[in-house]
């Protein structure tokens, strides 16, 4: 059994308790590995050397240049091992290692980008109204992270925030979803293997709601960058309101993916599976919310499940697979009780609608694709965050039905539309409510791009440039050049 030890100022220790927990591989339902338990003690210990590094150690020295170089090695360190981390990741989580291997491929670009970034954040000279004063600013790093990642896609979202966050020169301790640790220990080595001084990145493990107020309401901490549920946002940004943290909330999402019937349809019903059915719907911008116009509506139901029936389900490591298990347990039971309640409120039920077992699924935590029609927009299966491979289908007369219907939800991080209409695809990308908008395509990122939430889906950018700002704290700084000291009751 592999044993996972926590990494705090620059060693793998045990918790502090000395305790273990389990982590389960996904397509067996068995422990595949343990790792330490970390609790309160461990989050103080791991802060406080996060502090040592941003305030003491080498790091500080660093120029932006010098930061950016160690961001690069360790991009090549993770290209250079990007099998491994991905095999890794699809034990924690159960996602295809077709997926996983696409983003490790993909994430040594963000260490690269904003390790190109650092040493091109540039203050500014103000042209002041004022004689006799020399005035500019500086952008410094707000201090001491904690990033906080959600076990979908442990090492990806960690990229969103550790790139931008080194870039700036912050210090980070990392607490990874207590279902998905392992990935995040072994590239943890990799930082060390890069040069990284001890204390800049740390990581500690454990359960969230043990280590993660302690985490959050440290007072040593000055930002919280977020990824999870809207539910741990909330409480997150409670305890971050206490001690005047800054935050970034990445959270859910019920994403409204709409086709009107001018649409090119074979493209459009490929972009409606994979919205939904890639990583069997655990991604926080699956197009959970299918808007079809009435006059395709019935084709385009007929032809998407038709499709997704041929979805081979099974083992995550074959190539061959296209919809794995569900990552966790509790998952699966919310995603099977969601299953019931849209059963419930009379949403017609076009194909699946239960677990998955047996065959190349063996005891593994699967569930059918699923695809309900008939849905009304005010249903809980059109409004709730269901994080699986299930499927709302809703009807719409004409684009402003489709815009109310798409707008109507509390939730606003990614929207597509299908159209072949230049003048609708523009209409409809400026009036939709979400941090991102798709046209003819869904579910595409980039490092460069900038990547957040409207409404209830969060605050705050990842990727893109706008991201190194979330770290830096602005300076104004003034020097006398020459201005005449005057009567010192007198604001200058
Ligand atoms: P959770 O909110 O349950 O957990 C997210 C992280 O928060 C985990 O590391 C968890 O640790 C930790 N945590 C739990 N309680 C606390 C607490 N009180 N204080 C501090 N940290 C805590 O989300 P899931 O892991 O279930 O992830 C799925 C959710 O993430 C979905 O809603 C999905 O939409 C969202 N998501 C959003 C993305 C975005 O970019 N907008 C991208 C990917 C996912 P532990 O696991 O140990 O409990």
Redesign the pocket.
Known sequence: MKKYQMYIDGKFVDAASGKWFDSYYPFTGKVWAQVAQGDAQDADRAVEAAHRALTQGPWSQLTASQRGLLMHKLGDLVARDARRLAEIEVQDNGKLIAEMQGQLNYIPQWYYYFGGLADKIEGAVIPLDKKGYFNFTRHEPVGVVVA??????PLL?LA?KLAPALAAGCTVVV?????TSASTLEFVKLVEEAGFPPGVVNVVT????E???A??GHPKVAKVS????????R??NE?AAKTLKRVTM????KSPNVVFADANIDDAINGAVSGIFAAAG????AGSRLLLQESVHDQFVERLTALAKTARMGDPMSMQTQIGPIA?QP?YQKVLGYIDIAKKEGAALAMGGSAAAGGECGEGWFVQPTVFTGVKNSMRIAQE?V?GPVLSVIKFKDEEEALAIANDVRFG?GAGVWTSDIGRAFRMSERLQAGTVWVNTYRAVSYMSP???YKD??FGK?NGIAAIREYLQLKSVWINTGAATANPFVMR
């Not at 607490?175 to 279902?179: G, N």
């Not at 454990?206 to 709601?209: Q, W």
């Open positions: 906080i990642t959600a076990w979908n896609s979202l969103y607490k990874p979803s207590e279902f454990g359960f969230g709601k280590v993660g107020p985490l959050t977020f990824t999870g549920s809207d539910a741990t946002g409480a997150i305890a990445e959270l859910g999402g655990q991604t926080c911008i966790t998952q965050e994080f991080l990547f957040g939430g889906s969060g990842e």
